[in-house]
């Protein structure tokens, strides 16, 4: 295309690929600005990112935010039971769908509670993993019908618990993990009188591909072999216990990114079942875990990033490989429990951070008019300039001015030039750079050397979040994540950048974006006009990464705007609730300092100047109040 025509936002489309992770839940509106389309089966509903941004701002709220759309959580509540119910009548299948959601993945009570709330018509339950989600899932899941699935290590506490359930009526399962946990159960079930509903994992021989393989497989950490299976199922039967074992369990992975990981564990969970139920134990349930996938990249292949599956593949693999199984060994079609998470989760919170500066080499320009006596260097230097416009090996002028500018460096540090003689080789070199990329952009080929050009040239965009608050695992697991402009997507983005946070750790950057080609190593954006904010959107973060940030640098929780369409009116809006994020004395205390004793020493300080004269007591107040307020404030960079 050429740069003179006008761009659209059907270029933004191409560029950035929204449409390829989205969902259906954002696309670019006709105004530039991202939209959100919080309810895929109403097309009317959207909700424009400025406006949320306006809202936000005009209750004092700062950025950096979490945005919650509510809606988007209830949208895949439905989706995912709506399909297995589906899936469940075209497949002629026995028995029924009971999911849980796994609380680890975002334990937010408000997410929570929407989830928990969506899933009631479909007795959608709940599964904890820690004694910690245990005691959430007790107080939140009250449907008597949904199931209350227990995972983890456990112990005696945990069991206890588990158990106190069941005297009220729960539908809770414990699942055993290891194998004496099972003894501790039925010593506990005995000693209180209660019967409890058992599960046993197994570790199964599948393993999912990815960045979880280890999951599954013989040296998975959770699990019973299929030994200790048949043993335990033959104790508890010795305890007269047979009957409750109702559950088979497994769980090969998370983010599977290969379908057909999915169909070898269902049809090798589905044998264990059938050979149980030969065995004289009819189970009820088969539980096949979380694992459904998020295509964060929009490439719907095997990547870590993505998945080559859609969610009614996986179900209708679920589905129908359970019964093909079943109806071959007779056997009845048992109840199907998912663990799914990341599926329910991922797409319903977002972070909105603005950018608040440019960092670039080549940013600043020293006069390099030819001077009397100038170095050879420098005058070497200004002659590839020349050369630019008459010669026609681009490669020869970008090795003889890479090469001049080490020498200039050696020759600095020789004392043969100058600081400032140096610094106009720079000014220099990085205008022959500029020039060589713009004439690279036409070439057909590009030399190896020359092809990191873009990226040294690349501008680094200052972001005021944390990596390591809002999207850990881009630092620990180079997870990807699609971020895109809020704004002005019927402008071409001409600027190519990674982008940097504002902690004080070179690892606290981004340089791999999801774009409609593919990953890069840069994202195009728009130039800064002054005066103007330009905010940012780093989406799929509501699985997982919501919850995992850790404090690096002292920058803590952001605020959270929790955001629900109007029912009446589709493009509006309100804000549900704001939870308020970390302040500086909260994460202070946390590190154990006490905040309160803080102010009083500086108050003490300023104000012993005082006394010594050198601070007016008029402006001591001043300072002692700045920093008490400071104390009070935001962690992330104050921008307006
Ligand atoms: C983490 C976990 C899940 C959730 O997996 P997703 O891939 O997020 O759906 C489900 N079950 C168990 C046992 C888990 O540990």
């Not at 995912?80 to 959601?101: C, H």
């Not at 709330?117 to 245990?134: H, P, Q, R, V």
């Not at 040294?456 to 200052?462: A, E, R, T, V």
């Not at 050198?614 to 001043?622: A, L, M, N, Q, T």
Request: charged share 25%; glycine share 6%.
């Amino acid at each position: 295309m050429s740069k003179t025509a006008k761009w659209t936002i059907s270029d933004s489309e191409k560029l950035y690929g929204v449409k390829r992770w989205s969902s259906g839940y954002f696309e670019i509106g006709p105004n530039g600005n991202l939209h959100v389309t919080p309810d895929v089966t109403n097309a009317e509903m959207r909700i424009d990112f400025n406006d949320v941004i306006e809202e936000i701002k005009e209750e004092g709220i700062q950025f950096p935010v979490v945005l919650r759309f509510h809606d988007i959580l209830r949208s895949q509540v439905a989706l995912l039971n709506e399909t297995f119910i589906k899936t469940i009548q075209d497949a002629g299948y026995q028995g029924q769908y009971r999911g849980v959601y796994p609380v680890k993945v975002n334990q937010m009570r408000e997410v929570v509670e929407e989830i928990v709330d969506a899933g009631n018509k479909y007795n959608y339950g709940l599964e904890a993993g820690s004694k910690a989600e245990l005691l959430t899932v007790l107080a939140y899941n009250t449907n008597p019908e949904a199931l209350t699935i227990l995972n983890g290590y456990k112990d005696e506490e945990f069991i206890r618990l588990s158990l106190l359930a069941r005297k009220l009526g729960r539908k809770i399962i414990v699942v055993i993990e290891k194998y004496s946990e099972l003894l501790l159960l039925v010593k506990i079930a005995k000693e209180l009188d209660i019967d409890p509903i058992i599960g046993l994992r197994s570790k199964m021989t599948v393993k999912g591909k990815g960045k979880w393989e280890g999951s599954g497989g013989d040296r998975a950490k959770f699990g019973l072999t299929n030994t200790e299976i048949i043993q335990a199922a033959r104790y508890l039967e010795s305890e007269g216990m047979a009957d409750c074992f109702k559950l088979l369990h497994f769980h090969i992975g998370s983010q599977l990114t290969d379908i057909r990981a999915v169909k070898d564990a269902i049809s090798e969970g589905a044998m264990i079942y059938s050979e149980l139920h030969h065995m004289g134990f009819k189970l009820d349930y088969v539980d096949v875990g979380g694992g459904l996938g998020i295509d964060y990249d929009g490439s719907k292949s095997t990547n870590d990033s993505s998945r080559n599956y859609s969610i009614a593949e996986y179900v209708a693999d679920v589905v129908f490989g359970m019964k093909e199984v079943c109806d071959l060994e007779q056997v009845p079609h048992p109840t199907l429990v998912t663990e799914s998470g990341r599926a329910i989760t991922a797409h319903h919170s977002c972070v909105v951070a603005q950018i608040v500066g440019e960092i670039r080499a080549n940013s600043a320009e020293m006069e390099t008019d030819v001077e009397e006596h100038e170095h050879i260097l420098v005058t070497n230097m200004r002659d590839q300039i020349r050369l630019l416009e008459t010669q026609e090996n681009l490669q020869e002028i970008f090795n003889d001015a890479s090469q001049y500018k080490e020498q200039a460096i050696s020759a600095f540090k020789l004392r043969v030039i100058s600081f400032e003689e140096l610094a106009k080789i720079e000014t220099l070199y990085w205008q022959i750079m500029v020039n060589l990329q713009e004439r690279m952009q036409s070439a057909e080929f590009i030399p190896e050397e020359m092809q990191e050009l873009d990226y040294n040239l690349s501008s680094q965009y200052l972001c005021n979040f944390s990596v390591f608050q809002s999207a850990a695992d881009t630092w620990a697991i180079d997870q990807v994540l699609p971020i895109v402009p809020l704004s002005r997507m019927n402008e071409r983005p001409n600027v190519n950048c990674s982008l940097v946070d504002i902690t004080c750790d070179s690892d606290g950057k981004i340089d791999q974006f999801v774009l409609g080609k593919g990953i890069s190593d840069v994202l195009p954006m728009h130039k800064l006009n002054k005066g103007e904010d330009y905010y940012l959107g780093m989406f799929l973060t509501g699985a997982y990464q919501d919850v995992m940030g850790d404090m690096h640098n002292l920058f803590g929780r952001l605020n959270e705007v929790h955001i629900f369409s109007h029912d009446d009116d589709p493009l509006d809006f309100y804000i549900e609730e704001v939870v308020t994020g970390s302040s500086v004395d909260n994460v202070l205390s946390i590190m154990q300092y006490n905040p309160t004793f803080m102010a009083a020493s500086v108050k003490k300080l300023i104000d012993a100047k005082i006394s010594e004269g050198e601070i007016k007591p008029r402006e001591g107040v001043k300072w002692t109040d700045f920093y008490e307020n400071c104390l009070k404030g935001y962690t992330y960079l104050k921008t307006s």
